[in-house]
């Protein structure tokens, strides 16, 4: 039987913050000591990262602790943004194998990255397994090493974020037993009798049923549907165009990934930021390579949509699962929060609602990974909620 409890403190001493966070994770989880522990923590606690991760390691009497700093941390039915908070999961029984790995140097070598995670960890046979993955979102390229755990592990459902700041440090940290590092990825495996139920919301709307890109190099788009892209896009955000920065703040580039669609649809596209654009030449710079012939189109980023949209995620969640999840853990984009939505607590609230009570913890990320089409992807502006019912 599979255990689980998530604790959290707003204690702005790091040590007994660690210590109340986990203490209170392990009463709630009915646990004297964890198999494993996650950890999130925000940028008050940076200056101590060390020390939080060493706590919670003895408090729970696990060497197992993987986790980041975040820009906001989440637990139970609480968003934390801008105030010191520690968020703590644990996991303990006797039908569950963890294994953690830690890589250091991240930047410019995803593939090799993704490639030594792989060395270390084992999945086991004949049962779930569910690898969480968190890496430094300043110095990873989460596509590659994405694209690279996806074909390396084949069969194990991969579920992750990259860490995120206040912007008070300039640098995110990952957290691996005692380990406290920068340009780095750390990883947790959990292994065992549990079955899983995933949903993906997006922040944003789509604005057409897509076009095709007809010319583009690297990550330059230049045509669709053998115009200028830059008048594409103004045709597609309407309005919007008339003041072409605000444009680019809140409209994202969506990009198909469902084999042989002709149209995007909701559930089966990645999105990606647009970084810049040329009105004399009419093209724009993208936040990904794309070849010609992919199916892409525009998507504008707006609250009510957002908010809609997780709420049909939860819908389906409601309807496809049939057991009561022992925990869950959500990773939430760092853009979908209290700014975006005006109001604190918002994704939480709604999740609480449909599928209370329910032990959550998470965090805010840079970017996201999930299932999306049947593969695993990095994501951009979505909300990613995994469940885990314990089946014996």
């Known amino acids: 039987m599979i255990r689980a409890g998530v604790g959290y403190s707003v204690i702005e001493d790091t040590g007994q913050a660690a210590v109340a966070a986990t203490s209170d994770a392990l009463r709630n989880a009915q646990l004297s ?7 999130f923590a925000t940028g008050a606690h940076a200056g101590a990262f060390p020390l939080l991760v060493r706590t919670v390691g003895e408090r729970a009497s696990t060497k197992n602790v993987v986790g980041c700093g975040a ?24 039908g569950l194998r963890v294994q953690r790995a830690f890589v250091p140097g991240v930047r410019n070598r995803e593939v090799e990255a993704a490639r030594e995670l792989v060395k270390i960890l084992t999945p086991l046979a004949d049962c779930r397994n569910l690898l969480l993955v968190f890496a430094d979102s300043y110095n990873c390229d989460p596509e590659l090493l994405v694209e690279e755990l996806r074909w390396k592990l084949a069969g194990v459902d991969i579920i992750g974020a990259g860490a995120t700041e206040d912007g008070s440090t300039g640098v995110t940290f990952q957290f691996c037993g005692n380990v406290v590092s920068n340009d780095s990825v750390c990883a947790l495996l959990l292994s065992g009798n549990f079955e899983l139920d995933i949903g993906i919301c997006s922040a944003a709307q789509l604005l057409s049923g897509g076009h095709l890109v007809t010319a583009a190099q690297d990550n330059l788009l230049l045509e669709l549907d053998g115009r200028p892209a830059l008048e594409v896009f103004r045709q597609d955000v309407g309005a919007l165009a008339s003041d072409l920065r605000r444009a680019l703040n809140v409209v994202s580039l969506c990009v198909n990934v469902r084999l042989g669609a002709r149209r995007l649809e909701r559930g089966a596209f990645v999105m990606r930021n647009i970084l810049g654009l040329d009105p004399a030449k009419g093209f724009l710079w993208v936040g990904h390579e794309l070849r010609e012939g992919d199916l892409v189109g525009f998507a504008l980023r ?13 819908n389906e969640l409601s309807l496809r699962r049939t057991r009561s999840p022992t925990f869950g853990l959500y990773f939430d984009c760092v853009a979908r929060g209290s700014a975006f939505y005006g109001i604190r607590d918002h994704d939480v609230s709604y999740i609480q609602a449909a599928l209370g009570p329910l032990a959550l913890a998470g965090f805010f990320t840079g970017f996201e990974v ?12 979505a909300g990613v909620l995994v469940l885990v019912s314990d089946c014996d």
């Not at 820009?71 to 303990?92: K, L, R, S, T, W």
């Not at 707006?302 to 939860?314: I, V």
């Open 71 to 94: 820009a906001g941390v989440i637990a139970h039915n609480h968003e934390f943004e801008n105030v010191p908070a520690v968020a703590v999961a644990v996991f303990g029984g006797d």
């Open 33 to 39: 000591r964890a198999r494993a522990a996650l950890c």
């Open 302 to 314: 707006e609250p009510g949509y957002a908010r809609a949209d997780l709420q049909a995620m939860l």
């Open 370 to 381: 999930g299932p999306v089409a049947g593969a695993t992807q990095a994501l951009q502006y």
